[in-house]
C-alpha cells in the first residue's frame, strides 16, 4: 500500500489483447488513468514503428486546426469549450482540409480586394493633391521658381508632342530623401520635383507571404524633357517601391476620373462588407466545433503514440503491452481490460500476466486535490525515489508554517485568506476550463494560497511581543 508519505508498491503486468480492441483498450485507459505503459520498442527510430503514418496524419491535421486558430484570434473569436461529437478520423481530415482550403481562398480575395481599395485610395491622393501642384504650375511661368528652365509654355499634354512629360505617383516616405537624389544625379538636374506627404496611412500588400504593412507615403510629380527621362525616371520610382498613377492634362478628364475612383470606392466598401461577412460566417462555424476537433485529433494523436510503444504479433493478430500499474490496482486493471475488450466487439477474452523483474518501478504518489499543490512544489526540485519517504507530506503543514513566520501579517494575510478560499468555493467554475497562465497557476495552488493566509494572520505579529515578554519577566 502507499500514501501520501511514500509511494505505492508497483506490479509490472503484460497485456495480451486482439488487434480489435486495441484502440477501445487504449482510450480506456488512458480516460481513467490507471497504467503507465512501457515501450517495447525502446531504441527503434520514429520512422519504422508501425503507426508513424497515421501520428504524421494527425500531426498534419493539428497543423490545419492550427492555422484555423489563428485566423480565430485575428478576427477576435470565442470557441465554444464544449465538447460534442465528432466525425471519424478520415472525415474529419477531409473535412478541416475543406475549411482550411475555403479560408485561403477567402483570405486570399480578401487581400486582393483590399489591395485594389488601397490603390483606388492612393489614387484619389494622386488626383486631389496632384491638381493643386499642377494648377499651381500656370500657362507661361517656370516651374518651381526657376526661370530660363523648363518653360510651360507650351505645356498642355504629356504626349510625344509635349515639351514637358509629368510622372505622378506615391512612394513610402522613407525612400524619399534617396528617391530625390537619384533622380536629381540620374536626369543631370534635368527634373523639376514636387512632393506633399499624404495625410492618411496607406498600406502595402503581400499576396504571396499574406502580409499587411502600415506605410506612411508621399506624392510625388516629376516633370521632366521627352519620353526618354519619362521612362527613365518611371523605372527609377518603381525601383524604389513607388506606385505610378494616371493624371489626366484635361480638367474634364480629371473629374471623370475623380468620380469613377468615387464609384469604385463604393462598390469597393461594399464588397469588402460582404467578404468580412461571408468570412466571419465561416469562422462561427469553425469556433462552435473547434474544442471538439482538437479534443478528438489530440486523443487520437495520443492513442497512436501509444501503440507505437506495444509488440505485435502478425500470427495470431495481437497486440503485446506492458504496463506498471499500482498493486492495489490490478484487478482494476482486469476489469476495465475486459469492459474495454468486450465493448470493442471481441469475443476471446484478453491475457493479464503478472510479471517478476528487478527493473525499478516509477514512483506513483496518490494525491489528492489539497496536497497537488505542495507535491508540485516539491516536484519543481525533484521527484522522489520509488518507495522513499515523500517531502511533499511534510511541506503540506511546514510550508505554510514557514511562510507565516516570514509574512505575519493581519492585513496580507486576510487578503491571500478570502483568495485562497474564493478560489476553493468557485472550483466548480473554474474546473474543465481553460484558464489563462495566471489564473490557472492560482488555481492549482488555491490550497496552497489559504494555508499561506492562514498561517499569515496576526498570531505571528504577536509571537515577537510574546517572546520578548517572556525574556523580559525572566530576565528580571
Known sequence: ?????????????????????????????????????????????????????????????????????????????EINEELGAT????????????????????????????KNHNSLLEQRHVLEIGSK????????????????????????SSTATSMLSYVAGVMPRLSMQSFQRVIFRSTRGNAIM??????????DYDLKMGEVHEVEKDFFMIFVSG??????????????????YAYPDMAADKAAMAAEVEKRLGESDSILASTATMKRGMLSEVAAQYASWNFAVCKRKMIFDTFNKFDYDVKRKVFVADAWVPESKVYDVYKLLSQATA????????????????????????????????QALVN????????????????VILFPFLFGIMFGDLGHGSLLMLFGLSMIRNEAH????????????????????????????????????????????KIK
Do not use: W
Open 380 to 395: 519543481t526540485y525533484g521527484t522522489p525515489r520509488y518507495r522513499e519517504v515523500n517531502p511533499g507530506a511534510f511541506a
Open 87 to 114: 466525425a471519424g478520423s478520415e472525415e474529419l481530415a477531409s473535412m478541416l482540409a475543406d475549411k482550411e482550403e475555403e479560408l485561403h481562398q477567402m483570405t486570399t480575395q480578401e487581400l486582393m480586394l483590399k
Open 343 to 374: 465493448k470493442a466487439g471481441v469475443e476471446t477474452r484478453p491475457v493479464l500476466n503478472l510479471i517478476e523483474t528487478k527493473a525499478t518501478p516509477p514512483t506513483h504518489l496518490p494525491v489528492d486535490k489539497v496536497c497537488y499543490g505542495f
Open 194 to 203: 514636387s512632393s506633399v506627404a499624404v495625410d492618411e496611412t496607406l498600406h
Open 133 to 156: 501642384i499642377y494648377a499651381a504650375q500656370a500657362p507661361g511661368t517656370a516651374l518651381g521658381g526657376v526661370s530660363g528652365e523648363l518653360e510651360m509654355s507650351d505645356f498642355s
Open 430 to 473: 473554474f474546473e474543465g476550463k481553460k484558464l489563462d497562465d495566471l489564473v490557472e497557476m492560482c488555481y492549482g495552488g488555491r490550497y496552497v494560497i489559504f494555508l499561506n493566509g492562514c498561517f499569515g494572520l496576526p498570531f505571528f505579529n504577536f509571537l515577537p511581543v510574546l517572546l520578548s515578554t517572556f525574556l523580559y519577566f
Open 1 to 77: 500500500m502507499g500514501s501520501i508519505f511514500r509511494s505505492q508498491k508497483m506490479q509490472l503486468v503484460q497485456m495480451i489483447v486482439q488487434n480489435d480492441a486495441a484502440h477501445a483498450v487504449v482510450e480506456a485507459f488512458g480516460e481513467q488513468g490507471l497504467v503507465e505503459f512501457r515501450d517495447l520498442n525502446h531504441g527503434q527510430p520514429f520512422h519504422k514503428r508501425a503507426f508513424t503514418d497515421e501520428v504524421k496524419k494527425c500531426e498534419e491535421v493539428q497543423r490545419k486546426l492550427v492555422a484555423l486558430k489563428a485566423a480565430l484570434d485575428h478576427e477576435n473569436m
Open 227 to 244: 519620353e526618354v527621362l519619362k521612362s527613365k525616371v518611371a523605372k527609377i520610382a518603381t525601383y524604389f517601391g513607388g506606385t505610378l
